[in-house]
C-alpha cells in the first residue's frame, strides 16, 4: 500500500460497535465476540490507533456496556490517542450520530469505520485520512466486484445482468472533513447503510481510493473463519 505523510493526530476516527451481530449467530454483541482470543472491537481499534494520523478514537458501544468496554480498551490510549466511549443507538447510523457528538472540536478531519472490519491495516486508516487532508471533503475505501451480479425478480427470475465494471465493493474507514459529516448527518431523514451515502445526499463528491482485501467486514461465521486464517 502507498505511504503518505501524515500529521500526528489530526484526525479523530468513530468506531461504532453497537451491534448485535444478528447474521453472526446467537451470542454476545458481535463487537464483543472474540477473534484468536481478544474481541473484535480490540482488534479494530489497535490497528486504528496504531495509523500515525489518529489523535482521537470514539467508540459507540452497546448501551449496557459502555463501562466494561471503556475499561477493555483503556491499554490502548496513550498520550498521543485519545479514547472515547459512548452509548451507541439503535442503527449504526444512529450509533455513528452519538460517537460524532462526542469528538472534540479540534479535529477537523474524521473517519468511520466497522468494529466488525477488525482486521483493516493501519495505512487503509492513513490512506483515507490523506485523501480528506488533501482536499476531499468524503472519501471511501472501495474493490472491485468480482462476481457477475444479476438483477432478480421478486420470484427469483433474472430480470438482467448489471455491467459491473461500474460497480464498487465500499469498505471503512469512510473519511469526511467534519462539515460534511456533520452536515450529512444534520440533513439525514431516512437510514443509511454507509455515511457516503448520506453525503450523497447533500451532493458532495465522493472520491475513492483503494481499498485493501483485509478490510473485510466479519458479517457471517464464514467471515469468522476466514479472520481466523487471516489472522
Ligand atoms: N445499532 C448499531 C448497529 C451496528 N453498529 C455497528 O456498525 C458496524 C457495521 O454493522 P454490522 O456489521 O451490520 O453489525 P451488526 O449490526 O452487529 O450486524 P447484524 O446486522 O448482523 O446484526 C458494526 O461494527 C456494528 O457494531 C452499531 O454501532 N450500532
Ligand atoms: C458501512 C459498511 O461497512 C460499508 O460497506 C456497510 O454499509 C455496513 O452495512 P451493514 O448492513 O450495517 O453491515
Redesign the pocket.
Known sequence: MTAHPSVRGDVAVLV?????????GPGA???LRLLRGEPLLVHAVRRVAAAPSVGCIVV?APADAVDDVAAMLRPLSSPDVRLLVVA?????Q??VALALAAVPEEFGIILVH???RALTPPELVETVAAAVRGGHGAVIPVLAVVDTIKQVDNSGIVVGTVDRSVLRAVQTPQGFSRTVLTSAHAAAVDDHTDDAGLAEKIGVPVHTVPGAEAAM?I?RPFDLAVAELLF
Do not use: E, F, N, Q
Open positions: 461504532p460497535a453497537a451491534g448485535m451481530g444478528v447474521r453472526l454483541p458481535k463487537a459507540a451507541g443507538g439503535a442503527s449504526r444512529a450509533s466497522d468494529a466488525a467486514k458479517t
